[in-house]
T-cell receptor, first 115, second 114 residues
Framework: AQKVTQAQTEISVVEKEDVTLDCVYE???????LFWYKQPPSGELVFLIR??????QNEISGRYSWNFQKSTSSFNFTITASQVVDSAVYFC????????????FGKGNQVVVIP | NAGVTQTPKFQVLKTGQSMTLQCAQD?????MSWYRQDPGMGLRLIHY???????DQGEVPNGYNVSRSTTEDFPLRLLSAAPSQTSVYFC?????????????FGEGSWLTVV
């Protein structure tokens, strides 16, 4: 069974501080995909990044960066120099080998950026 | 291009009533699914469809019915609403079922059962 754990529930930071969100996953598959989604206060889900199990290269996109480590089954997400617009719930999700639109989501991290 | 459209956005039901949450996509996507989001629970898969005429159960299917008569539409039916079904519902679609495929989500439907 697929499982995603996001341990921190709510994280508050002062604007311009960095914030790191932890994601630990469990799967028996050797091929899988990991995702991060953002849910702003308006409620929609915004796709941020996708990473497959064969690509452990870390990625930076603007103020966002991701650290994928298969050895520890972790796919952590960092926001550098946080801004108020980063206030949202962030979800880590896992897709199994067969996909089919079936994602296992973590419980989400509520990020609050204080101006 | 409307993407994934869900209606209604907000709905209040009385226990025992039935209703249908509508989901339509205009991207010619084969794969569609329904999730529910509860506080502290993340999103959980209710039902999914890999094409017209084909549906299957997800993690929490009880109390919900689906059908897929066309590629565009994937309605979710609550036959006898219960307070435990108070949740935010998200419809999603993707062009293929490949595990790395981008999945597009609707804006959500807020349902309250009293």
């Amino acid at each position: 069974a697929q499982k995603v754990t996001q341990a921190q529930t709510e994280i508050s930071v002062v604007e311009k501080e960095d914030v790191t969100l932890d994601c630990v996953y469990e799967t028996r598959d050797t091929t899988y995909y990991l995702f991060w989604y953002k849910q702003p206060p308006s409620g929609e889900l915004v796709f941020l990044i996708r990473r497959n199990s064969f690509d452990e290269q870390n990625e930076i996109s603007g103020r966002y960066s991701w650290n994928f480590q298969k050895s520890t089954s972790s796919f952590n997400f960092t926001i550098t120099a946080s801004q108020v617009v980063d206030s949202a719930v962030y979800f880590c999700a896992l897709s199994d080998l067969y996909g089919n639109n079936r994602l296992a989501f973590g419980k989400g991290n509520q990020v609050v950026v204080i101006p | 291009n409307a993407g994934v459209t869900q209606t209604p956005k907000f709905q209040v039901l009385k226990t025992g009533q039935s209703m249908t949450l509508q989901c339509a996509q205009d991207m010619n996507h084969e794969y569609m699914s329904w999730y529910r989001q509860d506080p502290g629970m993340g999103l959980r898969l209710i039902h999914y469809s890999v094409g017209a005429g084909i549906t299957d159960q997800g993690e929490v299917p009880n109390g919900y019915n689906v059908s897929r008569s066309t590629t565009e539409d994937f309605p979710l039916r609550l036959l006898s609403a219960a307070p435990s079904q108070t949740s935010v519902y998200f419809c999603a679609s993707s062009f293929t079922g490949l595990p790395g495929n981008t999945i597009y989500f609707g804006e959500g439907s807020w349902l309250t059962v009293v």
